[in-house]
Every structure is written in structure tokens, then in C-alpha cells.
């Protein structure tokens, strides 16, 4: 059974800063992409960010510059680093990875991590 257990979130000014780490567990043989998403109130989830098994990024448009993601494989660990923040991307923050197990590859996602920008 593969877990994902997130943390970094919290209560944050506008252009303040916060890292979200998500540590990956259980019996995963290879994760080829690791990624955050985010579901702000009546809006559907959207990718914010994602990381490729070669190292390849991709972010929304709407937080280039300002966030950057990372990834420690060995360690089975995705980082999102949120810099600049603000009210608009307040949302509940998940954690994405596709991995391969003894029964094939899948998605997985973690439970969620609150991010609210709020002076």
C-alpha cells in the first residue's frame, strides 16, 4: 500500500513564503512523475506543478517566477517552494505521484495540506 503524508502547510501573509514537502511510502518500485496540485473553494483542482523521473518542471502559468519544485528520489520526497504568495492561491494543496508497484503503475495522492495567504 503506498502512502503519501504531506506538511508545510499553514497561515501565510501576502508575499510571504512556505514549502510543502510530501514523503512517499510503501512498496514502490519506481516513481516516474511527482506533482502538487490544489483545490481552491468552488474551483475545480488544477495542476500547479509537476516533476518528471529525468527532472523536468512544469508549473501553471500562474505561479512561474514564484514557485519552484523539487524532488529527492531517493528519499521518495517532492518539495513545492512557494515564494511571493498571494490571496489567490489560497487553496488546499495535494500531492501527486505516478509510481509503479507489484500491481502496476497508478496515481496516488495524498490527503491534503491547507495553504491560506491572508493578511
Known amino acids: 500500500q503506498v502512502q503519501l503524508v504531506e506538511s508545510g502547510g499553514g497561515l501565510v501573509q501576502p508575499g510571504g513564503s512556505l514549502r510543502l514537502s510530501c514523503v512517499a511510502s510503501?512498496?514502490?518500485?519506481?516513481?516516474?512523475?511527482m506533482g502538487w496540485y490544489r483545490q481552491a473553494p468552488g474551483k475545480q483542482r488544477e495542476l500547479v506543478a509537476s516533476?518528471?523521473?529525468?527532472?523536468?518542471?512544469n508549473y501553471v502559468d500562474s505561479v512561474k517566477g514564484r514557485f519552484t519544485i523539487s524532488r529527492d528520489s531517493a528519499e521518495k520526497t517532492v518539495y513545492l517552494q512557494m515564494a511571493s504568495l498571494k490571496p489567490e492561491d489560497t487553496a488546499v494543496y495535494y500531492c501527486?505521484?505516478?509510481?509503479?508497484?507489484?500491481?502496476?503503475?497508478?496515481?496516488?495522492w495524498g490527503q491534503g495540506t491547507q495553504v491560506t495567504v491572508s493578511s
Open positions: 501527486n505521484i505516478r509510481a509503479h508497484t507489484v500491481r502496476g503503475t497508478s496515481d496516488f
Open positions: 510503501g512498496s514502490i518500485s519506481v516513481i516516474y512523475a
Open positions: 516533476i518528471s523521473i529525468g527532472g523536468i518542471t
